[in-house]
């Protein structure tokens, strides 16, 4: 038995992405924890034309490795601020191996942003492949790449994870689940 997370789609609303000009990606995540995966990430936007994409990374207690190539890093911003740093992206890449529940694809999806990631125990239970999200294995560099690209050339998969993100979001927000946590606790 488990109780499912919720979100505040009233904090986190949806901005939908023009996906012109520079293409902002964000990687969220300690890069401390090994588990968090971070360097993977790193290694997909190292590949990437800087001229093309702009990288964004936010971390709660780690501060960025020498080698990461970083536009703006948001370090401890209060929780209040976070979902304007998400409207902020076009891309969620979250290259986690274990999470106990995968906050940050949910966060992308409820503001209105695309959401690569690698499955992982914490995600699986609400990103779906080519619905709500792109899922990427671990330890691949290129097919990281080619999901940033899919994303940039498919207008129809775009609004296919536009969609059914927002659909995904709203099934958790905290005023559609608070019943069935209620119940869980009785």
């Not at 979902?83 to 979250?94: E, G, P, T, W």
């Not at 106990?100 to 409820?110: I, N, V």
């Not at 059914?164 to 927000?173: E, Q, S, V």
Request: proline share 3%; glycine share 4%; net charge negative.
């Amino acid at each position: 038995l488990w109780a499912c997370n919720g979100i505040d789609t009233k904090q986190f609303y949806p901005t939908k992405r023009e996906m012109t000009g520079k293409i902002r990606i964000l990687i969220e995540g300690d890069c401390e924890a090994t588990h968090k995966n971070v360097d993977e990430s790193f290694e997909i936007v190292k590949q990437l034309d800087p001229n093309r994409f702009e990288i964004w990374y936010m971390s709660y207690n780690a501060t960025p490795k020498s080698w990461y190539r970083i536009d703006r890093f948001f370090h401890r911003i209060p929780y209040e601020e976070v979902a304007d740093v998400y409207r902020q992206c076009d891309i969620l890449l979250k290259t986690s191996l274990l999470e106990s529940f995968s906050y940050p694809p949910l966060e992308m999806m409820a503001s209105g942003g695309y959401v690569i990631a690698v499955q992982n125990e914490g995600n699986k239970e609400y990103l779906e492949n080519e619905k709500n999200c792109l899922l990427i294995e671990n330890n691949d560099v290129s097919g990281g790449i080619k999901a940033i690209n899919r994303i940039l050339e498919d207008e129809n998969l775009r609004n296919t994870l536009y969609i059914n993100g927002l659909i995904t979001a709203k099934k958790r927000d905290w005023s559609n689940i608070i019943e069935d946590i209620e119940n869980f606790y009785d």
